[in-house]
């Protein structure tokens, strides 16, 4: 054989296309073209039913005659009774049907001001929750950032909670605030009051604030003295007109509840207390630390505490693990909103711990001590 002969019949030849007219071509375009075909009937299918609802609906309410339209009754500032909203009826005219969206309109928005009136009515029998925010300038922006995060998920938390509490986030300076109000409608937030001042450095130390920065986390630098011995509130923390009838209806007045605070009915929550706390008094403020320090500030807020004369507790996470949801020592330490849900389920369960710390306890964190203690075993065993 010539070299000739060789070089030709080793050079790579380009696979040539399928071909369309082939068995196995016809075949998946046929499959392509069902599954088109079939996803267009299933989306005319979903629209022919939900016009049949509409329809229905609408049918049901024209038979009801009068009974269709919006009717509330008040008594004494509260929604005692209403039926369904108000809709275009084809047995009236332009005029009324207009007259008659207009009364559903109005009567819609007392409904949802009698259920923002009955959800501050419940906070009020439940205990107050303190988020002490006072550690700005011990904190990053990404920390900042996250714990107005955790604020954000506290507000939610509350809002489903059928036995809500009261929030005071104290000590928002101003780089906080900035982080809140990134926060969609953060100035809405049912039950959350806020104040520039610190309220703990105001009612236990006297004229001092730990927003300075200082090297010593038991000190506090002296700051600035308001005056009356009490909290003087910003022209950012008063009601504003929109949520003025919000506020008067429910009986939690920011500036009074200031000044009744006491080592008797205050406890500021830490896990490094030595005190485990047996259950949450409707007429106690629990204090949480509003720090995101990834680990940096040891023993941070019980030395605030101690320096305060505000007494400590922890919550009996450890008394109500076992085997299966063993949560390791690493865990004790959680963030704002989960020791929130922790308080607010053990309202809502009336006492039941086990259930409010398994569902307040992420459930990333479910099993990690005991994981950790297998590997720490394998490590010696090795």
């Known amino acids: 054989m010539s070299c000739a002969e060789d070089s030709s019949s080793s050079t790579f030849k380009m696979p040539t296309p399928a071909d369309p007219e082939s068995k196995r071509s ?31 609906y609408r049918d049901e ?26 809709v275009c009826r084809p047995d009236l005219s332009p005029e009324e049907n207009a007259k008659l969206a207009e009364e559903a309109r109005r009567n819609r928005h007392l409904i949802k001001e009698q259920k923002k ?19 700005e300038n011990w904190m990053t922006e990404k920390e900042r950032n996250s714990l107005a995060s955790q604020l954000m998920y506290c507000f939610s938390a509350n809002k489903r909670c059928e036995r809500p509490s009261h929030f005071v986030c104290s000590g928002l300076g101003p780089q906080m605030q900035q982080a809140v109000s990134r926060m ?20 236990f130390g006297g004229a001092k604030s730990s927003t300075t920065t200082n090297s010593n986390i038991n000190e506090s630098p002296p700051a600035t003295v308001t005056t009356g011995g009490s909290v003087v509130l910003a022209s950012e923390d008063k009601p504003t007109e929109e949520t003025k009838k919000s506020v008067s209806s429910s009986s939690f007045d920011l500036s009074a509840y200031v000044t009744s605070l006491s080592p008797e009915n205050t406890v500021y929550l830490t896990a490094d207390s030595d005190n485990t706390l047996t259950g949450f008094e409707p007429e106690k403020t629990y204090i949480l630390g509003g720090v995101v320090d990834r680990n940096r500030l040891k023993n941070c ?43 607010l389920g053990w309202q809502e369960t009336n006492g039941d711990w086990k259930t409010a710390i398994e569902k307040g306890i992420p459930k990333r964190r479910v099993g990690q001590g005991a994981e950790r203690k297998k590997e720490g075993d394998e490590g010696k065993g090795e």
């Open 301 to 343: 807020t019980k030395l605030k505490a101690e320096r305060l004369g505000i007494p400590t507790a922890r919550l009996p996470i450890g008394e109500y693990e076992s085997e299966q949801n063993n949560y390791g020592t690493f865990s004790r330490v959680l963030t704002v909103n989960h020791c929130a849900e922790i308080i």
């Open 61 to 86: 309410l024209v038979l009801r005659g009068s009974s269709s339209t919006t009717q509330v009754k008040v008594e004494n500032g509260k929604v005692i009774e209403f039926t369904a909203r108000g």
């Open 184 to 203: 969609c409608g953060s100035e809405k937030w049912l039950a959350f009051h806020t104040t520039k001042e610190c309220v703990l450095e105001k009612c």
């Open 117 to 135: 009136r009955d959800f501050l009515a419940r906070a009020d029998g439940n205990a107050r929750i303190l988020v002490d925010c006072d550690w």
């Open 26 to 56: 016809k075949k998946r375009a046929a499959k392509q073209e069902k599954a088109l075909a079939d996803r267009e009937e299933a989306k005319k299918r979903r629209k022919a039913e939900e016009k049949a609802k509409k329809a229905a």
